[in-house]
């Protein structure tokens, strides 16, 4: 192995370019493995970072970027027991430089590593390592004071690795942007929790695929604008709504989502909340609101991390976690400056994903 690989790289903030650079391989640690990655999924954060420098600021720059990855194991840190150099894995990267995934090789912890099965290309495999956490972060783990932008997490439902599966059954659950990432697998997550309908929003040319992730009904937010969202539901189930996950998170969702939660109720959002409060009052009807963070490199979400990853390989293998819809965007590494142009003008319904070694 070449002690050099080639990596998308961030110098600033701002005006920051992205460009592709040969960086040193870094070598794993104790705990960690050194991941081949044949595939890396983008997504908007990847945009958001190269603007405002969020994340990145904490780590120091040069930066490289992506959350998602998958590929094999090329290297095994000290006392690293259970894993084999070659063994196919995703991963979730972090900004900090030796572990995003826009890069050829990158390190996990390999408590948050998952084997993935044969059946299932690297390129799947690299949609859900961001999107599962958020929506498992959001439904299934407690609020810490000490998330990025305030307090952040989630609504702390038992996760159904921990004894949850169908303990929601014949409670609804409202999932507004089914057809995005995080909503795809937050539709695959509230299936395994029983929730019953599962009812989300998205563009009608997407209602099956949100129907094969487990939807029960879905609501095209173009015809059934969000102000007229409550009379929609209402038709669908009389039932209260106790959870309500916003997977887009403007204006208009947030609105809807907070006026169709029950009293007593509980939002998941994935950007900054602009309804509602985490703390439960009396002038809220006892509802609150949890901001996600899908990191599970923040210390607050490492543990919990490691306990989803742990039961991942069986929800992979049953099919009770599926990939989302993929695109691969070039040929090598350099696909990502087009495939993030094309993100930042928006997707419908499909991953956009690099191959970092050209094949
Ligand atoms: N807090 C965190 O840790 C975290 C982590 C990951 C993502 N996020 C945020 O979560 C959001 C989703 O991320 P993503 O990667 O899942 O996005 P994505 O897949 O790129 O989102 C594209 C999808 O959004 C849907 N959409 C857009 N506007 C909509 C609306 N008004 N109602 C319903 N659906 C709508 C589109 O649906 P149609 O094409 O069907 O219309 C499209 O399929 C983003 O804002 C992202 O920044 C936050």
Not at 153 to 158: A, P, R
Request: with cysteine; glycine share 12%.
């Amino acid at each position: 192995m070449s002690p050099m690989h080639k990596a998308l790289v961030l110098h600033s903030k701002d005006a920051g370019k992205f460009v592709i650079e040969d960086r040193p391989t870094p070598t794993p640690g104790p705990g960690q493995l050194l991941i081949k990655i044949y595939a890396t999924a983008l997504n908007p954060v990847d945009l958001y970072v190269q603007s405002s420098g969020y994340i990145v600021d904490a780590y120091g720059f040069p930066a490289v970027p992506g959350c998602d990855g998958a590929g094999v194991v090329e290297a095994l840190g000290e006392g690293v027991k259970g894993w084999a150099q070659g063994d196919r894995v995703l991963m979730q990267g972090h900004w900090v430089a030796d572990r995003g995934t826009l890069q050829q090789y990158a390190i996990s912890d390999a408590v948050r590593t998952t084997k993935i099965p044969d059946d299932m290309s690297f390129e799947e495999a690299s949609t859900i390592p961001l999107a599962l956490a958020t929506s498992a972060v959001g439904l299934y783990h407690t609020i810490s004071e000490s998330g990025l932008d305030g307090p952040m997490g989630g609504i702390e439902l038992t996760p159904p690795w921990e004894g949850g599966t169908g303990k929601y059954a014949g409670q609804p659950i409202l999932i507004l942007g089914g057809s995005s990432s995080v909503g795809q697998l937050a539709i695959q997550l509230a299936k395994l929790s029983g929730f019953s309908p599962i009812i989300t929003t998205a563009s009608k040319h997407n209602e099956a695929y949100c129907k094969a992730a487990g939807a029960t009904h879905v609501i095209d937010y173009k015809d059934v604008p969000y102000a007229d969202l409550p009379a929609a539901v209402t038709k669908i189930t009389t039932e209260p709504f106790k959870v309500v996950y916003d997977a887009v998170t403007v204006d208009d969702s947030q609105t809807a989502g907070w006026t169709i939660l029950a009293p007593g109720g509980d939002m998941v959002v994935t950007l900054p909340p602009k309804v509602g409060q985490r703390e439960r009052s009396e002038a809220n009807d006892g509802k609150r609101v949890a901001f996600t963070y899908g990191s599970i490199h923040l210390p607050m979400n490492a543990e919990f991390g490691a306990r989803m990853h742990k039961a991942l390989p069986g929800l992979l293998k049953d099919g009770a976690i599926k990939p989302n819809r993929v695109e691969v965007c070039g040929s090598d590494l350099s696909g990502a400056f087009a495939g993030l142009e094309r993100l930042a003008g928006g997707v419908s319904g499909v991953k956009l994903v690099v191959r970092p070694h050209g094949i």
